[in-house]
């Protein structure tokens, strides 16, 4: 009696995993909201929608490449998102806390604080 239950049990336990080895792939990367590791820093994709590569900024980035194009901001100020390198072109604040989609641009350049005063 043992050695059947056992069998049986690893039996479904194979078959769960089988489960989850057919899921598309699609619906795994359908995120409705960024997968971000829980850090104080500014979790940035190279596509939109939390798609594409994960970076993660602590600081100022002078000249991003790849560029990113979402945003999930985690730490606790805003950070500033600039089209340009160097800080300069159109820009995004993205406050703390907040997450965005698109930026609307492919962000070459990022840095702690808000946008205001640069403009």
């Not at 194979?14 to 960024?34: E, H, R, W």
């Not at 940035?44 to 100022?60: K, Q």
């Not at 340009?84 to 609307?104: H, I, M, T």
Request: charged share 20%.
């Amino acid at each position: 009696m043992k050695f059947t239950h056992k069998v049986g049990t690893m039996a479904m336990v194979a078959v769960a995993g089988l489960g989850t080895a057919v899921l598309p792939a699609a619906s795994a990367n359908a995120a409705p909201f960024p997968v971000c590791p829980a850090v104080v820093a500014a979790c940035t994709w190279t596509g939109t929608a939390y798609e594409g590569d994960l970076r993660l900024l602590f600081s100022e980035e002078q000249v991003i490449t790849p560029g990113v194009r979402s945003v999930s901001n985690q730490d606790v100020q805003s950070w500033c998102f600039y089209k340009d390198p160097l800080f300069s072109g159109q820009n995004r604040e993205v406050g703390r806390g907040k997450a965005v989609r698109d930026l609307g641009f492919e962000a070459r350049s990022a840095k702690q604080g808000g946008c205001s005063e640069e403009e």
